[in-house]
Nanobody, 122 residues
């Protein structure tokens, strides 16, 4: 599966922003999907994950209550709605997919999008 992330941009603290990740290929519903992010000079970190049918979600503590991951299997797309953005949310955001159940470690994901930059100004 190939992944294409979009929706990044420059926003102010407190604003909202939505990211999308479109998947090409077949059997999208067989892939758990996730979002990771990497700030400059830092390691890539887990943000959120969603199960294949979308019934289960996982969030990093740092985004819980502010970010929402969702998916539309008919459109082969996973989303990340980000509310109440903070300057520390500034990073390149990557979508990732793995065949099977959702997981947290980045090493569990086999497919990665190219990343989209989110910059939050304070």
């Amino acid at each position: 599966v190939q992944l294409q992330a979009s929706g990044g941009g420059l926003v102010q603290a407190g604003d909202s922003l939505g990211l999308s990740c479109a998947a090409s290929g077949h059997a999208f519903s067989g892939y758990a999907m996730a979002w990771f992010r990497q700030a400059q000079g830092k390691e890539r970190e887990f943000v959120a994950a969603i199960s294949r049918a979308g019934e289960n979600t996982l969030y990093a503590d740092s985004v819980k209550g502010r970010f929402t991951i969702s998916r539309d299997n008919a459109k082969n797309t996973v989303y990340l709605q980000m509310n109440s953005l903070k300057s520390e949310d500034t990073a390149v955001y990557y979508c990732a997919g793995r065949w099977g159940p959702s997981s947290i470690p980045a090493t569990a994901y086999d497919y990665w999008g190219q990343g989209t930059l989110v910059t939050v100004s304070s």
